[in-house]
C-alpha cells in the first residue's frame, strides 16, 4: 500500500542533561517526554531481583494526579519494556522510566511505547530488539484510518472514580499495535470499543506495513545522532 | 537485517561478519554492544556504529551511565567507611568496595589517611554484574603509579564519550591546551574528570573548554585551544 | 513430597512440557478444555446484586451495592458504574499483603474498560431524574482464589451480579426534591448483551491451552484475553510475548465465541 501514511513523528534525544537517556517525541500533535534513568540502586528492598532488574515505570498525565487509567498503561509499558531490555545483564538494579504526556491528540500511548524505545536507545542500555507501537481506530463507516490526528476524544462521565478517555461516537473503536523490529511480530495489542474479527486482522494488517516506517525512524535518527555524538571521535570512518 | 562494519547498528542485528570469522575457527572478540544468542548469532544489543579492530568487534555506542569493567581507571567518591573497606561511589548502581589494604605500602597497622568526601583516582579490579565493584589503588607490583586521592582541583562529571574521545591517542586537546598553560588531569572512564592548575580561573577555563570539546570535531581542536588561549590572557 | 511434585519444583517448564507432548494438561483437561465453571447467584442478600463464581479454584464473588447520587456536570443523564476488584495475599501469595496493589488497580481498569467497550449497560438507564438523580453501581468484587485466569472469573462474577441486580424503585420529586424509596418495588436493570472474557495462553511457539491455571500462567511465553459480547470482540489484551499467526488468532476468537455461547446458556438456565 503505497498511501500509507503516519503522522509527522519527530523526536530530540538527550533533552534531559541529567538523565541518563531522555527525549521528546511527537507524532503529530501527541507529544511526551520520557525519561530513562538506570542500571541505578533499586530503591526499594521488595524490588530486588537478584536475577534481573527492577523496571519500574512512572506515567503522568497532562494535567491532574495520575489515576488508575495511568496505572494501565504503565503496566502494561513495564510488560514491554521488560521484555526488550536484556535486564538479565543488569541484576539487583533498577531501570527507571518517567513519561510525561505533553499534548494527547489521540495516539499518546503508542507514542509514549515509541518514545520509551528512543530512549532506551539513547541511553545505552543492551535491548534484545526495538519495538514500535502504531495507533489506529476504526470510524463509523467501518474504514481503518492509520494513526488519525485531531479526533476529539471525550471524557467519558460514565464513573465517578474513573474517568476514562474514549474516542467519540464517530469511531467505533481504535487499536494500539506494538510490534518487534526482528520479525516485525506482533508482541502486543491494545483494544477499545467493539469490532469484529476480520476489522481486527485489516486493522492488525495495515499497522504491521506501517511499523516499518516507525523502525526506519529509529534508524534515521541514531544515525543522525551517532553523526553528532560518535562519529567525530573515531577518525577512521569520517 | 544483517550488518557491516562501519554500519550504524541498531538493537537485533546481525553481524555477519564475526560468525564467519569464527566458523573459520579464528578468534573473535565481542565488545561493548555485542553479544551471540543460543543459535550462535552475533547480535547487536545497542545502537551507534560497528567498529572493528583486529579481531575485536564492537559497537560505538553514546552512554552516560557507567557500567563498571575490569582495568578501568575511575574517579571515584569516598562514601563511607567500614572495618576494612572504603565504600566509594563511581557513577554505577552500587557502591563499589576499596580496601584499605589495596593501597601503596598499607598495612593493617598504617591506613592509608583518607577521609568520606575525598576523591580517589583507582581502578577497577572486580566487576561481575552480581558482585559489588571491587577497586585498588595500586598496580600490579604493588606500586601506586598515578593512581590515589586526588587533592584540590576540581572535578566534574560528563559523558562517557567525552572521555574516550580526549584519552584516543588521535585527540591533540589535552596536548594542545599543555602547551597554553601546565595543568594536571585525571580523566575516570565513568564519566568524572578532574583538573587542576595554579589558580581556580584557569581550572574553570579549562573545565569550559573540555565539555566543549564533546561536540568539535578533531581537526577543529586547534581552534577550540587558540579560543582557549585567548581567553586566559583576558582572565589572567 | 511425591516424585511429580518434586519433578514439576525442579522443572516446572519441562514437567508442562512433557504432559503437553503426551496431549493432555498436568490437571488432566483437554487443552481447549475449559475448567468446571460454577455460577451462584444473590449469594449476599444485603446487596442490590451479587454473585459468586468458581472456575476451576478460581473464585470471585460480587457484590453490587446501589446508591444515589447527583450527577456529572459534564454528561447529566447518565449514572455511574464503579468496579474494583481486590487481589490480596488471601487469593495468591504473589500479590502485596496489605494496601491497593497495582495489579488490582489495572484489573479494576480492565474491568471497567471492558464492560464500557461491550455497551451492555446504557448509563442512560442508570439515571432517575435528569441532572438531578442518578444510581451509582459500586461493583465490589473480591478474589478468593487465584488459581489463573482471574479476569474470566470477575467478568462473568460481575455479569452474573448485573444479571441478578434488582433496584428498588425511586420516586423524585423535582419541586420538593424529595426522594421515596420504596424497597417493595424492583425492578431489574436493562442488559444489552453480557461480555465474556476468556483467557489464552501459547507454550512454546505451537500449545493453545484455554483457561490457563496459575502454574501453567506463570510459564506461559504469551498469553491473550479476549472478551466478547454478541460474537463482537470488544477487547484484545496480549501484554507482551511471541506474535500469534493469523489462523492461530482465529481460532482464538472462535473459542471464545464459543464459550461465551456456552457461558450465556448457562446463565439463562439459572
Known amino acids: ?238 | 537485517m544483517e550488518v557491516e562494519v562501519g554500519n550504524i547498528v541498531l538493537p537485533g542485528n546481525i553481524v555477519k561478519e564475526a560468525e564467519s570469522l569464527a566458523k573459520e575457527n579464528k578468534k573473535v572478540v565481542l565488545g561493548n554492544g555485542l553479544r551471540s544468542d543460543e543459535n550462535e548469532k552475533v547480535v547487536v544489543s545497542k545502537s551507534g556504529i560497528l567498529c572493528k579492530r583486529k579481531n575485536i568487534f564492537y559497537v560505538d555506542s553514546y552512554q552516560k551511565r557507567y557500567i563498571p569493567a575490569k582495568n578501568d581507571t575511575v574517579i571515584g567518591i569516598v562514601h563511607s567507611k567500614t572495618l576494612d573497606f572504603f565504600w566509594v561511589d563511581i557513577n554505577c548502581s552500587e557502591l563499589a568496595s576499596l580496601p584499605y589494604l589495596a593501597f601503596e605500602g598499607a598495612t593493617k597497622k598504617n591506613r592509608p589517611d583518607i577521609n568520606i568526601g575525598d576523591l580517589i583516582y583507582c581502578k577497577v579490579m572486580q566487576s561481575n554484574p552480581d558482585l559489588e565493584p571491587e577497586l585498588v589503588c595500586v598496580d600490579s607490583t604493588g606500586k601506586k603509579g598515578n593512581l590515589g586521592e586526588l587533592k584540590d582541583g576540581l572535578m566534574f562529571s560528563c559523558t562517557i564519550n567525552l572521555v574516550r574521545k580526549i584519552l584516543n591517542e588521535k585527540c591533540t586537546l589535552l596536548h594542545l591546551l599543555s602547551k597554553e598553560c601546565p595543568y594536571e588531569i585525571a580523566a575516570g572512564i565513568n564519566g568524572r574528570i578532574w583538573i587542576n592548575s595554579k589558580n581556580i580561573n584557569t581550572t574553570i577555563l579549562l573545565r569550559n573548554t573540555i565539555l566543549e570539546a564533546e561536540y568539535t570535531p578533531y581537526h577543529q581542536m586547534k581552534n577550540l585551544v587558540d579560543r582557549f588561549a585567548s581567553e586566559l590572557t583576558g582572565i589572567n | ?270
Open chain 3, 1 to 270: 513430597m511425591s516424585q511429580e511434585n518434586l519433578f514439576k519444583a525442579i522443572n516446572p517448564v519441562k514437567f508442562v512440557l512433557d504432559h503437553l507432548e503426551k496431549n493432555v494438561r498436568p490437571d488432566g483437561r483437554e487443552f481447549n478444555e475449559f475448567r468446571a465453571t460454577i455460577i451462584n447467584k444473590d449469594s449476599i442478600s444485603r446487596a442490590e446484586g451479587s454473585a459468586l463464581v468458581k472456575i476451576g479454584n478460581t473464585t470471585v464473588l460480587c457484590g453490587i451495592k446501589a446508591e444515589l447520587a447527583e450527577p456529572d456536570n459534564i454528561d447529566q443523564n447518565i449514572g455511574f458504574i464503579v468496579p474494583n476488584i481486590e487481589l490480596s495475599k488471601l487469593c495468591s501469595p504473589k500479590y502485596r499483603a496489605i494496601g491497593v496493589s497495582v495489579d488490582s488497580q489495572v484489573m479494576s481498569q480492565t474491568i471497567f474498560n471492558i464492560i464500557v467497550n461491550s455497551e451492555c449497560i446504557d448509563p442512560a438507564d442508570l439515571c432517575i431524574a435528569k441532572g438531578k438523580l442518578v444510581w451509582v453501581l459500586y461493583c465490589d468484587l473480591v478474589c478468593l482464589d487465584d488459581d489463573g485466569s482471574v479476569l474470566d472469573v470477575a467478568i462473568l462474577a460481575l455479569s452474573t451480579a448485573l444479571k441478578s441486580l434488582k433496584l428498588p424503585k425511586v420516586d423524585f420529586d423535582i419541586d420538593t426534591k424529595v426522594i421515596k424509596v420504596n424497597d417493595k418495588i424492583r425492578s431489574p436493570l436493562k442488559l444489552k448483551c453480557l461480555p465474556v472474557a476468556s483467557s489464552f495462553i501459547i507454550f512454546e511457539n505451537d500449545y493453545l491451552l484455554v483457561d490457563p491455571s496459575s502454574d501453567e500462567e506463570n510459564i506461559a511465553d504469551t498469553t491473550v484475553t479476549v472478551s466478547t459480547s454478541d460474537g463482537k470482540i470488544n477487547y484484545i489484551h496480549q501484554p507482551g510475548g511471541n506474535s500469534i499467526e493469523p489462523a492461530k488468532f482465529d481460532n482464538i476468537v472462535r473459542q471464545a465465541i464459543n464459550r461465551e455461547k456456552y457461558i450465556k446458556s448457562l446463565l439463562d438456565s439459572i
Open chain 1, 1 to 238: 500500500m503505497e498511501d500509507l501514511k503516519l503522522k509527522a513523528i519527530t523526536a530530540e534525544m538527550n533533552i534531559l542533561s541529567r538523565s541518563d537517556g531522555s527525549v521528546i517525541i511527537s507524532q503529530g500533535d501527541s507529544s511526551c517526554i520520557v525519561d530513562v534513568n538506570g542500571p541505578i540502586e533499586v530503591n526499594s528492598a521488595a524490588n530486588i531481583d537478584m536475577n534481573k532488574a527492577y523496571v519500574d515505570v512512572l506515567y503522568r498525565p497532562k494535567c491532574g494526579i495520575p489515576g488508575v487509567n495511568e496505572r494501565y498503561k504503565e503496566k502494561t509499558i513495564k510488560g514491554l519494556c521488560e521484555s526488550i531490555i536484556l535486564t538479565t545483564l543488569y541484576p539487583k538494579t533498577q531501570i527507571n522510566f518517567q513519561i510525561q504526556e505533553m499534548d494527547d491528540s489521540s495516539g499518546i500511548f503508542a507514542c509514549a511505547i515509541n518514545g520509551c524505545n528512543i530512549g532506551l536507545l539513547n541511553s545505552g542500555l543492551e535491548m534484545k530488539f526495538n519495538m514500535a507501537a502504531v495507533h489506529c481506530v476504526l470510524d463509523e463507516t467501518d474504514e481503518i484510518i492509520i494513526d488519525p490526528d485531531c479526533i476529539e476524544e471525550e471524557t467519558l462521565a460514565f464513573t465517578r472514580v474513573q474517568k476514562p478517555k474514549r474516542i467519540s461516537g464517530k469511531y467505533k473503536a481504535d487499536f494500539t499495535f506494538v510490534f518487534e523490529s526482528l520479525k516485525d511480530s506482533l508482541i502486543s495489542v491494545h483494544t477499545n470499543g467493539s469490532f469484529s474479527l476480520q476489522k481486527y486482522n485489516e486493522a492488525l494488517k495495515l499497522s504491521r506495513q506501517a511499523c516499518r516506517k516507525i523502525f526506519d525512524f529509529y534508524a534515521d535518527l541514531v544515525k543522525k545522532c551517532s553523526v553528532v555524538y560518535i562519529k567525530n571521535s573515531i577518525l577512521e570512518y569520517i
